[in-house]
């Protein structure tokens, strides 16, 4: 089946700095790609959705200026964390679906990213 | 967008058949339901997807009666490494023209006994 790969699987960082996830597909073309962040023993909340060569739309409270994404290419989006603070701390997932000829419905995710800022 | 309701949490033991329903009554014409399930930090995995009646797999059934007002997620002699959250999610295909949002709930948390 299709993959989607995550990276880092986890990072730790000092406040202040800035954190790129990245997250490719592996076998397919994904022209969405969704970033979702989930805290511990919630659900997964969407972000935003990012759309190949444009920009991405981001859901009502996610600051897109924080939360920088990046989708340059048809296998490749990252979500960079801005001047990253201790309530940014997080599981952050992303996941690709609706690809070309042969795709079922489903959404395929990433391992996840664990950040964690000191 | 329809909204689902599940049972927060579940409990089974080993070799036992397990059901787990999800109401989504507000369900339009071009949505689809699909299960996933997660473990703890990994990222959601694709079950079983239908539109409706009765759909089969290797690892699930997923039932939705004509109204699919619900479906039920149906585990065949589940085993400790079932032990998971599993999301019932409705919308439309991503590929189908439609902006892709669903809402995801806390899910069903199923905690397998031996």
């Known amino acids: 089946g299709a993959v989607v790969s995550q990276h880092p699987s986890w990072v730790i960082c000092k406040s202040g700095t800035s954190v790129k996830i990245e997250c490719r597909s592996l076998d397919f073309q994904a022209t969405t790609m969704f970033w979702y962040r989930q805290f511990p023993k919630q659900s997964l909340m969407l972000m935003a959705t990012?759309?190949?060569?444009?920009?991405?739309?981001?859901e009502q409270g996610v600051e897109k200026d924080k939360f920088l994404i990046n989708h340059a290419s048809l296998t490749l989006s990252t979500l960079t964390v801005t001047s990253a603070h201790p309530e940014d701390s997080s599981f952050y997932i992303c996941?690709?679906?609706?690809?070309?000829?042969?795709?079922?419905?489903?959404?395929?995710f990433g391992e996840g990213s664990r950040l964690t800022v000191l | 967008l329809a909204k689902t309701t599940q049972p927060i949490s579940m409990d089974s033991y080993e070799g036992q058949e397990v059901n787990i329903t999800c109401s989504h009554n507000n369900i339009a014409t071009n949505d689809y339901i699909t299960w996933y399930q997660q473990f703890p930090s990994q990222g959601p995995r694709f079950i079983i997807q239908g539109y409706k009646t009765k759909v089969t797999n290797e690892v699930a059934s997923l039932f939705i009666p004509a109204d699919r007002k619900s479906s039920t997620l149906s585990l065949p002699r589940v085993s400790l490494s079932d032990t998971a959250v599993y999301y019932c999610l409705v919308g439309p295909l991503p590929n189908a023209g439609n902006n892709r949002k669903l809402i995801w709930g806390l899910g069903t948390s199923l905690a397998v006994n031996p």
């Open positions: 996941s690709a679906g609706g690809g070309g000829q042969g795709m079922t419905g489903e959404l395929f």
């Open positions: 990012s759309n190949e060569g444009s920009k991405a739309t981001y």
